[in-house]
């Protein structure tokens, strides 16, 4: 329940700060990306008594595929035009390998892949010059992580969304413009998410997942 209202009050704090934010802005954008991402091995940790190493695969083709879209607002009105805050939502995903249940006896399912589902907001900072068209831009921000919990173990079966905890973003990029309206980018995004969530038998699994994607996408801008 806590969790749940937690969640309620950053997306109801957004949606404030971004309905606030085109008196603020005259450069307001919207992003969708896709890409490759990985995630290096993490430790495990549950409340009874397991410990292992996980190691993650991103299978960012398979389905559901790594996916993420984002809100950006530069704001020129204040003076900055080169300074803006953006809304990332990004799907995602770590499945647990083979050799990772060879560890774990009586383990046969471990993975977050209807989702690690990161939403961020982020401060970006882009290094603008007249008459060119491609930018380079980076970026530092903070949210939740929202897994889709799935374990499958002697004991039970744990299989749904939880909000897990904390993610640090960060991202490094360039964008081209194909048109006023138009632009293309690729990008690094990486986040390092605490996950803390609820499985099976009243116990508690947690463990910290670094996701590396390189993004390749859209913009449109008004």
Same mark, same amino acid.
Not at 84 to 92: E, M, Q, V, W
Not at 115 to 137: M, Q, S
């Given at each position: 329940m806590r969790s749940t209202a937690r969640l309620a009050a950053l997306l109801c704090a957004s949606t404030l700060i971004f309905t606030a934010a085109p008196a603020l802005s005259e450069d307001l954008q919207f992003s969708v990306y896709g890409g490759y991402q990985t995630a290096p091995h993490s430790g495990v940790t549950t409340s009874d008594g397991t410990h292992f190493t996980a190691g993650w695969e991103g299978k960012s083709f398979a389905s559901p595929p790594?996916?993420?879209g984002r809100a950006t607002w530069w704001l020129q009105s204040l003076g900055e035009p080169d300074l =803006? &805050?953006?809304?990332?939502?990004?799907? %995602?995903k770590v499945y647990a390998g083979g050799d990772t249940f060879a560890k774990t006896p009586g383990w046969t399912h471990f993975e977050f892949t209807d =989702? &690690?589902?990161?939403?961020?907001?982020? %401060?970006?900072?882009?290094?603008?010059?007249?008459?060119?068209?491609?930018?380079?831009?980076v970026g530092l921000g903070a949210g939740i992580n929202i897994p889709h919990v799935?374990?499958?173990r002697p004991s039970g079966r744990t299989f749904g969304y939880q909000v897990g905890g904390a993610t640090l973003q960060a991202q490094a990029g360039v964008s081209y413009a194909i048109t006023d309206n138009w632009s293309v980018f690729t990008e690094y995004k990486g986040n390092y998410s605490w996950v803390n969530v609820d499985i099976d038998s009243g116990a508690k699994l947690k463990t910290n997942v670094l996701t590396n994607a390189v993004n390749v996408g859209v913009s449109y801008h008004f």
């Open positions: 790594y996916y993420g =803006g &805050l953006s809304i990332d939502f990004s799907h %995602a =989702g &690690l589902n990161l939403l961020t907001v982020n %401060a970006l900072y882009r290094f603008t010059e007249p008459g060119r068209a491609w930018t380079p831009y799935e374990v499958t």
